[in-house]
């Protein structure tokens, strides 16, 4: 696997169900992995509560926490990830298809925001929860009425969170910077 990052590989992840499949389990992969200069990304903070997600950061020192929603039940973790600026995936939709909030009314996507955490709208595995990204961006704005603002925010966390080489990423972030300038200039 090592020999095909740079071709295709450019991160070990951690996915599927949390619960029974802690990070510890797979330290050695995780191990190899940073040592070889690749980085991890978990899943964490989704089925399994708050302790999955600091397990995540402990033992894969993961770059990104795939959903994370269930940050909010450790303040502790909330500050280390606000002071640390640990990008959470959040995929609301599937939070509400695997029951982890009854309803998106009730979804903890409202309090990340709020408590400054790095947030990013995701649609985690769209055929399976039946969504899309644009679906994703309309639920918000329907459910917790986001403005503009709070859009490009979002889409411009997802653009600084990607593992781009730099100067991809920054042109990447220009062009998106440049599509909002319009939109909000038309919309004035």
Not at 41 to 48: M, P, Q, R, V, Y
Not at 69 to 77: F, G, K, M, S, Y
Request: hydrophobic content about 40%.
């Amino acid at each position: 696997m090592l020999e095909r990052y740079g071709d295709g590989l450019i991160a070990l992840g951690l996915g599927g169900p949390e619960i029974g499949n802690p990070p510890q389990k797979y330290r050695s992969a995780f191990d190899r992995m940073r040592a070889a200069g690749i980085p991890c990304i978990l899943h964490a903070g989704e089925t399994a509560g708050a302790e999955s997600i600091w397990e995540a950061l402990t033992v894969a020192n993961s770059r990104r926490i795939g959903h994370g929603v269930r940050a909010i039940e450790d303040p502790a973790l909330m500050a280390h990830l606000r002071e640390q600026q640990i990008p959470l995936e959040v995929c609301s939709s599937s939070n509400i298809c695997l029951k982890v909030f009854p309803s998106l009314a009730e979804h903890s996507l409202p309090q990340l925001l709020e408590a400054g955490l790095y947030v990013t709208l995701n649609s985690d595995d769209p055929p399976m929860f039946n969504t899309t990204l644009n679906r994703e961006y309309l639920l918000g704005q329907r459910t917790w009425n986001w403005n503009l603002e709070t859009i490009e925010r979002l889409v411009l966390n997802a653009v600084d969170a990607t593992l781009l080489p730099e100067t991809e990423r920054q042109a990447l972030r220009h062009s998106f910077e440049q599509d909002f300038e319009r939109l909000i200039q038309s919309s004035a």
